[in-house]
Nanobody, 119 residues
Framework: QVQLVESGGGLVQPGGSLRLSCAAS????????MGWYRQAPGKEREWVAT???????NYPDSVKGRFTISRDNAKKTVSLQMNSLLPEDTAVYYC?????????????WGQGTQVTVSS
């Protein structure tokens, strides 16, 4: 059974930091690109960060330089270090696993963890 379980969300003041973690099980973690997405109330889900199976990373401009994604294939975890948080970073953050090979797409989502940035 595939599971992605996020943790580490909470309430933080603007300018503060949080570290999200996602524990994976039930699939070959090292063969998947891992990512983080977020969804704020009334908005569509948006991409936050990606780390490929080879360790390459990518971010949108909105979080570049503030957020860092990392993975530990031995522990089957992916983390998101979030620094210099802004009120507009408030959202539910979701862990994503994706593998695309020869026209086949395997994708999994976690249940999400709430991040609230407020004074």
């Amino acid at each position: 059974q595939v599971q992605l379980v996020e943790s580490g969300g909470g309430l933080v003041q603007p300018g503060g930091s949080l570290r999200l973690s996602c524990a994976a099980s039930g699939f070959t973690f090292s063969s998947y690109a891992m990512g983080w997405y977020r969804q704020a109330p009334g908005k569509e889900r948006e991409w936050v960060a990606t780390i490929t199976m080879y360790g390459g990373t990518n971010y949108p401009d909105s979080v570049k330089g503030r957020f860092t994604i990392s993975r530990d294939n031995a522990k089957k975890t992916v983390s998101l270090q979030m620094n210099s948080l802004l009120p507009e970073d408030t959202a539910v953050y979701y862990c994503n696993a994706l593998r695309q090979t020869w026209g086949r797409k395997d994708e999994y989502w976690g249940q999400g963890t709430q991040v609230t940035v407020s004074s």
